[in-house]
């Protein structure tokens, strides 16, 4: 019996009045409730939990010795703390971008019924089935100066050819993004192959009746009409920005120096390294404020906006 | 038939170790991940198997740095392990404090470690409040150069005998395809070199006046300022040397590729395990051969509690057995460390070992970084440090924002 047909049952044999809408969907409500717990105790309970721990001196262990804003003074006032930042601002911009752009780019290709549709799928996808962590050493590797592309440019003779990203700190977080996009481009193409796919058949037809070019069709069109779609993959593309670790880890761990460090390295670096837990946790309060920035504006236009129109 | 027999000799083997008087796993967790270190912690593990418990190892790889969070991490969360290594000092402050560490000064009142324990200032760094609550296994010293014989001859100039011989042979080094001083990429590597700069430069006195008592005056001042431009010298000497790990970077002065490198004397092990000879094959020169005074930082033992008595007791002998005569030998001379003790027997220990061991009978000590600044400092100069050998930061620049660290240093 399906859910939706409960309330009718449940009319027929409750005596008088209205059901409680508490009770509505009861199954649905018990399944859902350890998820709701877990959502409370963990993620709403523990990040009250950093952010009060942010305003004390904490070291190895929490203590409740509350010494105002020092923390977040120490951390503003922190070389590491800034190129972090910097970095990640670097990484999101271009890989929100570039991976959309590649993402979109490869999905439309591919919808043009091309032969080895599905060869090709598996191979843009791949790479998401890798961890960071080993796209993080295969891309340490690949751009080594040494074993790496370089290398093998040069042994087709282009002696003076130099590619050598990693070793420079004004490119390292380009290094790393090049890895992060060649991960992540692929699941992108594949939410947007699906998104394409959805779109009409008759839409196309229409296009070309009024005679209107393929790309044109593409850009005027389709995308505006997979709006659903593209909002998805912001999503994935942003949470995967914000996290980003592992793969610098893997890849560089922060360096050369402290050139390719990110905010979550600098958290845990302060947290169970320098046994600081204040310090980490204020650096991880301020990602916090940060991911709340961007995402309030979005919400306010998205959910807000439709209830005025 | 066969059967039979097999499956009664299972039984005798499952038995034995059950006949043995007091036999107990211990779990224990270290970071000696390179040859020389797993080749010295296997001595560990022999003696205490021979004494009837079982050593489980718990190697964690990848350097303290990464192996302290784990440790403490599992102390914390309530899975602690039988025993564990760090270094002594203020890493494990806190630990104490929560009493999330056994108490050893029983034991150590029986044995009489005090009377034992040489420099003092080990056990010292192993009390809170009067008790003890680590067992320290041997003294490390930050302040040796180690120096490739080959390259040099290579290269055509005589081994140099102190800092300034050293800076002064490096251009021809480099004439000869030699990178003059190997250095792995890491900040503890870094700050670690440096700090014994510190002392060969500008003297043991400035050293304590910054790190014991936290004076950003001297920080600031002209003693450490020679000692950031020599640090900028020494960052175009190692310019060349592409390896992280400190074990890599002593593979160059192995096999002759660098002219050598500023390294704990835990890098003689490696020396050992490739069979080279101290003052044949390579030279050492204790402090850069400026002044012979050697920090007494170290590794010690710690014991987290446990609810089990039995568990308890075994880490009382594994304590005990620690400090003892044998162990302490066995241990160092493959360690290539300072035994704990002065009253042993080290006549089989190398020219390096030597030079280290009449140094500390002389008195020329120090206390460690470790035992006087907190992680979070030594975190932020790392980081510092990290900065400033890989890229062009002055030196002027690398000294005011070092001064800074230390002025808000605990």
């Given at each position: 019996m399906s859910v939706t047909t409960e309330p009718s049952a449940a009319r027929d044999h409750a005596p008088v009045g209205k059901p409680n809408p508490l009770f509505k969907n009861l199954s649905a409500k018990l399944a859902s409730i350890p998820m709701i717990i877990t959502a409370l105790v963990v993620f709403v309970g523990g990040t009250t939990w950093t952010v009060v721990y942010s305003f004390t001196n904490s070291k190895l262990l929490p203590r409740a010795n509350f010494v105002g804003l020092d923390q977040y003074e120490r951390l503003w006032s922190t070389r590491r703390w800034m190129v972090s930042i910097e970095n990640l601002a670097i990484y999101g911009i271009c890989s929100m971008i570039l991976t959309l752009i590649i993402g979109f780019t490869l999905a439309a290709l591919l919808d043009?019924?091309?032969?080895f549709e599905n060869t090709f799928r598996t191979i843009f996808l791949y790479?998401?089935?890798?961890s960071f962590i080993v796209t993080g050493l295969t891309w340490q590797w690949i751009l080594n100066p040494d074993f790496g592309l370089q290398n093998v440019v040069r042994n087709w003779g282009w002696e003076s050819f130099a590619f050598n990203p990693l070793n420079d700190p004004n490119t390292v977080i380009f290094g790393i993004l090049i890895a992060g996009i060649w991960q992540g481009s692929g699941l992108i193409m594949c939410i947007m192959l699906a998104g394409l796919r959805g779109i009409d058949e008759d839409i196309w037809k229409a296009a070309r009746v009024d005679g209107i070019g393929t790309v044109k069709t593409y850009l005027r069109i389709i995308l505006p009409m997979m709006r659903p779609v593209i909002i998805t993959s912001l999503v994935l593309i942003a949470s995967g920005i914000i996290k980003l670790y592992d793969l610098v880890v893997a890849q560089t761990n922060g360096g050369p120096g402290i050139a390719s460090e990110v905010p979550a390295k600098y958290v845990i670096n302060y947290m169970f390294?320098?046994?600081?837990l204040g310090q980490g946790f204020a650096a991880s309060t301020m990602m916090l404020v940060s991911v709340i920035i961007i995402l309030i504006p979005w919400a306010y236009l998205e959910f807000g906006g439709r209830k005025r129109g | 038939m066969y059967l039979k027999r097999i499956m009664a000799a299972l039984a005798v083997s499952a038995a034995l170790p059950m006949a043995a008087s007091h036999a107990t796993d211990l779990e224990v967790t270290h970071w000696w991940t390179s040859g020389g270190e797993a080749a010295a912690v296997s001595e560990l593990a022999k003696a205490f198997d021979a004494s009837g418990d079982k050593w489980v190892d718990g190697a964690i790889a990848g350097g303290g740095g990464t192996a302290r969070p784990v440790i403490i991490s599992r102390i914390l969360g309530g899975d602690p392990m039988g025993a564990t290594q760090l270094n002594h000092g203020r890493q494990a402050e806190e630990l104490i404090e929560a009493g999330l560490l056994t108490d050893l000064t029983e034991i150590a009142e029986k044995e009489g470690w005090k009377d034992i324990v040489n420099p003092p200032s080990l056990l010292e760094s192993c009390t809170l409040d009067g008790r003890i609550y680590c067992a320290p296994i041997n003294i490390h010293s930050w302040q040796w150069i180690w120096l490739s014989n080959a390259a040099y001859e290579q290269a055509g100039v005589p081994v140099p005998t102190n800092w300034e011989e050293f800076v002064a042979a490096a251009p021809n080094l480099k004439e000869a395809g030699i990178v003059p001083l190997a250095m792995g990429k890491q900040g503890w590597q870094q700050n670690g070199a440096f700090g014994v700069m510190v002392v060969a430069i500008a003297g043991v006195d400035a050293w304590k006046k910054v790190n014991?008592?936290?004076d950003a005056e001297t920080a600031r001042g002209p003693e450490y300022a020679k000692v950031f431009e020599a640090a900028v010298k020494a960052r175009e000497f190692a310019?060349?040397?592409?390896?992280?790990?400190w074990n890599q970077a002593t593979n160059m002065v192995i096999t002759g590729k660098a002219g050598g490198q500023i390294m704990g004397d835990w890098a003689q092990g490696e020396f050992q395990v490739a069979g080279k000879v101290a003052g044949k094959d390579y030279t050492c020169l204790p402090g850069l051969g400026n002044n012979q005074i050697l920090d007494t930082a170290g590794d010690a033992f710690y014991f987290p509690k446990v609810d089990n008595a039995e568990t308890t007791e075994a880490q009382m002998r594994l304590a005990s057995l620690l400090i003892s005569k044998e162990v302490q030998v066995a241990f160092n001379l493959k360690k290539g460390s300072l035994p704990?003790?002065?009253?042993?027997?080290?006549?089989?220990?190398?020219d390096c070992m030597q030079k280290g061991l009449k140094i500390l009978a002389d008195g020329g000590i120090m206390p460690s970084g470790d035992q006087n600044l907190t992680p979070d400092t030594t975190t932020q100069i790392e980081d510092l440090m990290a900065e400033f050998w890989s890229g062009d930061m002055s030196a002027a620049d690398a000294q005011s924002r070092y001064a800074e660290i230390i002025e808000s240093a605990e």
């Open positions: 043009r019924k091309i032969r790479p998401f089935a890798l390294r320098a046994q600081n | 014991v008592e936290k310019a060349d040397s592409n390896v992280q790990d704990i003790r002065g009253d042993v027997d080290l006549s089989a220990a190398n």
